[in-house]
């Protein structure tokens, strides 16, 4: 069974600083690769999505992530954070279908003005 | 459309009650999930179906059932409440397709208590 890990649990950052969120997955075969996002009180929503072609996607607002085959390590970034970005970020991965994903433990941004 | 619904938003329990937590997609998603949300662990998968009919468990089944009998609904049914049931429950509903990657649209949650 795959697991994912999310090694930063809760992240604090001064406005306009930059992000990196780490995600690394244990599963040697073809993965889909997600980040989903929660702002306080609300469901999850989807950030951006890998499943092949250029490692490097682009997701909404701003952020981007890369996937590292040999690392099985699929990172988000933001160049410069805002206090709007506050939210619990998951990285998730399957495997084949849409309906069973598997989520790392979420990682807390505290932005701070 | 209205995406994923579900219902109740909030529900308290007693031990050993039972109840039924609603989802709903007007999407015709043929996928549709349920996660459990509880702090530091972040999502865990009760139960998933891929179609009407259809249903399999997840990583933490104990305590649930579920049931698809429409494409629309997939209501989730907790036999004995217990309270390591207290959790934030979220349905999820995805479409298939051999083209792309599939994401998943979630629910509001329903924030469930058992005391």
């Known amino acids: 069974a795959q697991s994912v890990s999310q090694h930063n649990h809760h992240v604090i950052l001064s406005e306009a600083a930059s992000l990196e969120l780490g995600c690394n997955y244990s599963y040697g075969g073809t993965v889909n690769l997600f980040w989903y996002v929660q702002y306080p009180g609300q469901h999850l929503q989807l950030l951006l999505k890998?499943?092949?072609?250029?490692?490097l996607v682009k997701g909404i607002k701003g952020f981007e992530a890369e996937f590292i085959k040999s690392k099985f390590s699929f990172n988000l970034r933001k160049p410069s954070v805002q206090w709007s970005d506050t939210a619990e970020y998951f990285c998730?991965?399957?495997?084949?279908?849409?309906?069973?994903?598997?989520f790392g433990t979420g990682t807390r941004l505290q932005v701070t003005l | 459309n209205a995406g994923v619904t579900q219902t109740p938003k909030f529900q308290v329990l007693k031990t050993g009650q039972s109840m039924t937590l609603q989802c709903a997609q007007d999407?015709?998603?043929?996928?549709m999930s349920w996660y459990r949300q509880d702090p530091g662990m972040g999502l865990r998968l009760i139960h998933y179906?891929?179609?009407?009919?259809?249903?399999d468990q997840g990583e933490v089944p104990n305590g649930y059932n579920v049931s698809r009998s429409t494409t629309e609904d997939f209501p989730l049914r907790l036999l004995s409440a217990a309270p390591s049931q207290t959790s934030v429950y979220f349905c999820?509903?995805?479409?298939?397709?051999?083209?792309?990657?599939?994401?998943?649209?979630f629910g509001q949650g329903t924030r469930l208590t058992v005391v």
């Open positions: 179906s891929v179609g009407a009919g259809i249903t």
């Open positions: 890998y499943f092949s072609g250029d490692p």
């Open positions: 999407m015709n998603h043929e996928y």
């Open positions: 998730a991965v399957n495997t084949g279908t849409a309906s069973k994903l598997t």
């Open positions: 999820a509903s995805s479409y298939s397709s051999v083209l792309e990657v599939t994401e998943a649209f």
